[in-house]
């Protein structure tokens, strides 16, 4: 099979009406609306380093295409495209069918679309461009947290790494937490109505402290939170009893929820969202001018996040 | 090294008016003026496919941008902005500098802006998406061929593939011609100037006969050309004219010049263009109606054009 049909087999969904053109010429053309900016980003995911190596193709295909529509979400976003760069080491169509249909399914929950791509021989790798759009000077950014403000997370912290942690020691994982870890769900609906609510937001991929840090670095503030009220999972929570490892909270990553700031002037906003929506989120500490992240708690240790090298 | 002194040493150039904020947040966030369409496109290049292994940072850097901006070439755009996707075996510093100041080198002459990326560690890949910017309904596509329309190429085709097989039959390529193999000059002018002279327009990526072919599929027509009017570079043609070998010119690739479709009532325009600037094409045959490509010339082989896997 070459590129071409590969292509047509796998990947040539029908467009939308953002697409004028799609899969099929040297590039694809899309309209953007006036009053609206791009926000674009792009995440490489790699076979035994981003997932282990007996992953599904549907769920690499989930988190590669997750992973960057969470990097929208932390920008108060929505979706509009995407570009597949997909580097495979032979041609599966078994695979490529998992792939594509679970890459296909979560495109259409977010209504977003694949404009192009690129499919090349080597080891397995996945990166994906996504592109989405925000009102002009709406966009959710890390740079401006204020003091003052308080600091909330999304749902529960720490599943996906206690998952990772689990596979890492040979032992077998819930399926709540693998799924965690495999099929993060893209906080594109939270971060939206964010937007006019909370001053900066990030998603959490790297591990809550050194993605708060990012917050604090960009908007040239401190905080303090407390570890005591970060939200957790019921495993997590016996977990951390026994063992007292907060680096797993703290330093985990693959999370993929929101942390965000909002002044205290936009809580009966956030109240309301939370009334009417079926959002969670957790209130974890204070933006100070102390320029440093002060953690509270029965904890000393320092965590090391994940590094990329 | 992590990865965010890793983006911050090497990669953080200063952005322009296009990007609101670039490098340092989840997304870019990127202001297009209404009145154009975005075009985009992905590529990927691997180390020991797509480049020789011991091809250098510097040349690795360029021809991955470069064979992204052919792509809009091809559809008469202008360059805006781009995305990279590194991964690295590890960090080599040097290595980074050197693949840092090409790449940055190259954008610059293009204008073209670095909005984003992410780093990885495995084997050497680069994928860069390139976005840029058409007039509304003005791009030049491949689906556009009509009958009657005069085929032309740009400058000159083989030398790259020529220089591939003289590096694997372990010959030492003159230095023109691993030039045009390792650093293949994007043809955005004449792209972006055949705008409303050509009717349909591709880049030769992966062979002259392969990529005419898609022009004369998306436009349901048929083509004759002469092998004899392909403009060939001199050691080509001495090549040639010893080996007989026009598989290297019609199923060689790497060229990454602009072939494209002609109407007659253009001829004028596209001479008066070639007489105020400095450009360089050929005719090479017409479009016919008889859905199938007809090569005219002293060769009855059929060739395989490069196959992705």
Chains 1, 2 share one sequence.
């Not at 976003?77 to 495979?88: E, G, I, M, N, V």
């Not at 893209?186 to 402290?209: M, R, T, Y």
């Amino acid at each position: 099979m070459n590129e071409f049909a590969l292509i047509e087999t796998y990947f040539n969904w029908s467009g939308s009406n953002l697409v004028n053109l799609g899969i099929g010429d040297d590039c694809a053309i899309i309209d953007i609306d006036a009053n609206y900016q791009l926000v674009t980003s792009v995440d490489t995911l790699i076979e035994g380093v981003h997932f282990p190596i007996n992953t599904s193709a549907s769920d690499i295909a989930y988190k590669s295409l997750a992973v960057n529509l969470s990097d929208l979400a932390a920008m108060g976003a929505r979706a509009k495209y995407f570009t597949l760069a997909l580097t495979l080491p032979d041609i599966n169509k078994k695979w490529l069918s998992q792939f594509s249909a679970s890459l296909k399914s979560l495109a259409d929950e977010f209504d977003i679309v694949l404009v192009g791509g690129d499919t090349t021989k080597g080891a397995l790798s996945i990166t994906i461009n996504v592109t989405g759009v925000v009102e002009k000077n709406k966009a959710l950014l890390r740079s401006s947290a204020q003091v003052g403000d308080l600091i909330f997370v999304s749902n529960t912290i720490g599943d996906a790494a206690y998952a990772w942690k689990q596979l890492q020691d040979k032992k077998t994982p819930s399926e709540y937490v693998i799924n965690q870890f495999n099929r993060p769900k893209p906080q594109l609906f939270l971060g939206q109505k964010l937007s006019g609510i909370a001053n900066a937001c990030i998603d959490i991929s790297d591990g809550l402290e050194q993605d708060l840090i990012h917050i604090l670095t960009r908007s040239s503030v401190g905080a303090s939170i407390n570890l005591n009220d970060i939200p957790l999972g019921n495993e997590v929570k016996v977990y951390i009893k026994k063992t007292n490892d907060w680096c797993l909270i703290l330093a985990g990553g693959d999370d993929y929820e929101l942390c965000f700031t909002v002044p205290v002037k936009n809580m009966d906003l956030l109240k309301a969202l939370q009334n009417k929506n079926n959002v969670t989120v957790t209130q974890i500490g204070v933006i100070n001018n102390s320029m440093a992240l002060t953690k509270i708690g029965s904890f000393d240790k320092q965590c090391c996040s994940y590094q990329h090298f």
